[in-house]
């Protein structure tokens, strides 16, 4: 089974913080994807990296950057955090060659207060 | 702009009916048309995928069609069930790598007793 894992569930954070939210997949998937979630406003990516060392944006890379320096893991960055990054963050990695199915993470809900 | 609708937020269907969920996209042409589901707290599971020069698609009790002249996908639950509910998701994307996938919003449906 693919397993996508994002290092926490829950996060707190103070307005102009530096944030990391780490995703680790394990099936060698060579497309990864941080998404966020907000109610009414449904999935929207922020970036996406279809190979290692291999970003493109999304449609809101607007406070966010991401890193991936090895194939299994994928890096979204909030340089500075501010309120309305407040949001459900979903990691997702991908096999395009099997009818690219994502396999998303648990998410991880981050409050920016 | 590309942009995915989805029918109602919620829907309301006696156990036992079929339940159809809409999927309605406009400046996109999509290699392929996905639908995921999503329980609360979770993210995304992969139901099925359907490509553009198909019309019909059947999982068990699932069944999607697509017609890419009316830009719409029809996703159908037959003999629903209350563990049915949950959050449906369309999803839109093309066959390279660094294509976009943008997600609608969801539709909600709630099988009741």
């Known amino acids: 089974d693919v397993k996508v894992t994002q290092s926490s569930r829950y996060l707190v954070k103070r307005t102009g913080e530096k944030v990391f939210l780490e995703c680790v997949q394990d099936m060698d998937h060579e497309n990864m994807f941080w998404y966020r979630q907000d109610p009414g406003l449904g999935l929207r990516l922020i970036y996406f990296?279809?190979?290692?060392?291999?970003?493109e944006k999304g449609d809101i890379p607007e406070g966010y950057s991401v890193s991936r320096e090895k194939k299994e893991r994928f890096s979204l960055i909030l340089e500075s955090a501010s309120t309305n990054q407040t949001s459900m963050y979903l990691c997702?990695?991908?096999?395009?060659?099997?009818?690219?199915?994502?396999?998303f993470g648990p998410g991880t809900r981050l409050t920016v207060t | 702009s590309q942009k995915i609708e989805q029918n109602s937020e919620a829907l309301n269907i006696q156990e036992g009916k079929t339940a159809t969920l809409t999927c309605n996209y406009t400046n996109y042409s999509p290699a392929y048309l996905q639908w995921y589901r999503q329980d609360p707290g979770r993210g995304p599971v992969f139901l099925l995928l359907?490509?553009?020069?198909?019309k019909e698609k059947r999982k068990e009790r699932l069944k999607v069609t697509f017609d890419t002249t009316l830009k719409q996908s029809l996703f159908h639950i037959t003999a629903s069930q209350p563990a049915d509910s949950a959050t449906y998701l369309c999803?839109?994307?093309?066959?390279?790598?660094?294509?976009?996938?943008?997600f609608g919003s969801g539709t909600r449906l709630s099988i009741r007793p």
């Open positions: 997702a990695s991908r096999d395009p060659g099997k009818n690219y199915e994502q396999y």
């Open positions: 359907i490509r553009e020069n198909e």
């Open positions: 990296s279809y190979d290692v060392k291999m970003k």
């Open positions: 999803a839109l994307g093309g066959y390279s790598s660094a294509s976009k996938i943008i």
